[in-house]
């Protein structure tokens, strides 16, 4: 790791993105890049260490060279794909999933009914012991309703989908996604790492990160220095979340601004809740 990545919020690890990362988890990354999907989806494998079986979790976008890549992945460590999982809906984590689950002859376990194939979902509680590996799912609703991570404990990790980025910070998804949520939900993950001893974040997109405490309590960070900056725009004559985002994000690449709007939609509903801001016919719901 470089100095500069240690210094990073989360300490990011260098290097290729694709391959091992933990003695149980190994990414396969999807073609997708883009500035919403940073270098592309992490499409992740996870096997008990001496076991043929595997999960897959997030197949990604809809791509059967992706696709198979990590059908071949697994078989050239001598794995089979036994399950699939994804950690929520949003089309670059689950378009390909109906199409993986054709080729691998696997069932796709998800929070929301509408993604799932065949009988069984996922909830808070529910552990994943295939192979002999222990998986527990986390629900983490707040970048979407449906946002669920993954706690390996074997490896003190945690498969954070989009809740927690290797780079950067993640959007909440308005109105699907609720700021109260995604705060619940960062706490939780703050427990992991005081409680439970993880140390590690695999993300949906972007580098792992080998200091899972310090990513999570800099988004926690970040919220309440984006929040507090949104109620001083509001007060400061901003009425528009698209006025709000001009104002907020400035200094933002403005291909990120229509993603910046939805957080700042969630963020001032979250304002109102709780009676920072006035209620005012100016700001759309």
């Given at each position: 790791?470089s100095?500069?990545?240690?210094?990073?919020?989360?300490?990011?690890?260098?290097?290729?993105?694709?391959?091992?990362?933990?003695?149980?988890?190994?990414?396969?990354?999807?073609?997708?890049?883009?500035?919403m999907?940073?270098?592309g989806?992490?499409?992740?494998?996870?096997?008990e260490?001496?076991?043929?079986?595997?999960?897959?979790?997030?197949?990604?976008?809809?791509d059967?060279?992706?696709?198979?890549?990590?059908?071949?992945?697994?078989?050239?460590?001598?794995?089979?794909i036994?399950?699939?999982?994804?950690?929520?809906?949003?089309?670059?984590?689950?378009?390909?999933?109906?199409?993986?689950?054709?080729?691998?002859?696997?069932?796709?376990?998800?929070?929301d009914?509408?993604?799932?194939?065949?009988?069984?979902?996922l909830?808070?509680?529910?552990?994943i012991?295939?192979?002999?590996?222990?998986?527990?799912?986390?629900?983490?609703?707040?970048?979407?309703?449906?946002?669920?991570c993954?706690?390996?404990?074997?490896?003190?990790?945690v498969?954070?989908?989009?809740?927690?980025?290797?780079?950067?910070?993640?959007?909440?998804?308005?109105?699907?996604?609720?700021?109260?949520?995604?705060?619940?939900?960062?706490?939780?993950?703050?427990?992991?790492t005081?409680?439970?001893?993880?140390?590690?974040?695999?993300?949906?997109?972007?580098?792992v990160?080998?200091?899972?405490?310090?990513?999570?309590?800099?988004?926690?960070?970040?919220r309440a220095?984006?929040?507090?900056?949104?109620?001083?725009?509001?007060?400061?004559?901003h009425?528009?979340?698209?006025?709000?985002?001009?104002?907020?994000?400035?200094?933002?690449?403005?291909?990120?601004?229509?993603?910046?709007?939805?957080?700042v939609?969630?963020?001032?509903?979250?304002?109102?809740?709780?009676?920072?801001?006035?209620e005012?016919?100016?700001?759309?719901?």
């Amino acid at each position: 790791m470089s100095d500069a990545a240690a210094a990073l919020p989360g300490r990011p690890r260098g290097g290729v993105l694709s391959g091992p990362a933990t003695a149980r988890a190994v990414n396969v990354l999807a073609p997708n890049p883009s500035p919403m999907t940073l270098d592309g989806t992490n499409t992740w494998i996870v096997s008990e260490p001496g076991s043929d079986l595997a999960v897959v979790i997030d197949p990604g976008p809809l791509d059967d060279v992706h696709l198979k890549a990590v059908i071949s992945t697994a078989a050239k460590a001598g794995k089979r794909i036994a399950l699939t999982l994804l950690t929520h809906g949003h089309p670059d984590h689950a378009d390909g999933a109906a199409r993986f689950a054709a080729l691998t002859r696997t069932e796709v376990r998800a929070l929301d009914p509408a993604l799932r194939l065949g009988d069984e979902g996922l909830a808070a509680g529910d552990v994943i012991t295939t192979g002999g590996m222990e998986m527990r799912v986390v629900p983490t609703p707040g970048h979407t309703s449906d946002s669920l991570c993954f706690h390996l404990p074997a490896d003190r990790a945690v498969l954070t989908g989009d809740t927690v980025l290797g780079r950067g910070t993640t959007l909440v998804a308005h109105p699907d996604g609720r700021l109260g949520d995604y705060l619940d939900s960062l706490r939780r993950l703050r427990s992991l790492t005081v409680d439970d001893g993880v140390d590690t974040v695999l993300p949906g997109h972007g580098p792992v990160l080998d200091d899972a405490q310090g990513a999570v309590e800099f988004y926690l960070a970040h919220r309440a220095n984006r929040l507090a900056q949104i109620e001083t725009a509001v007060e400061n004559g901003h009425r528009t979340p698209a006025e709000v985002v001009a104002h907020v994000y400035a200094g933002v690449d403005r291909s990120l601004w229509p993603a910046a709007e939805l957080s700042v939609r969630a963020q001032l509903d979250y304002l109102r809740e709780h009676g920072l801001i006035p209620e005012q016919p100016g700001i759309p719901d």
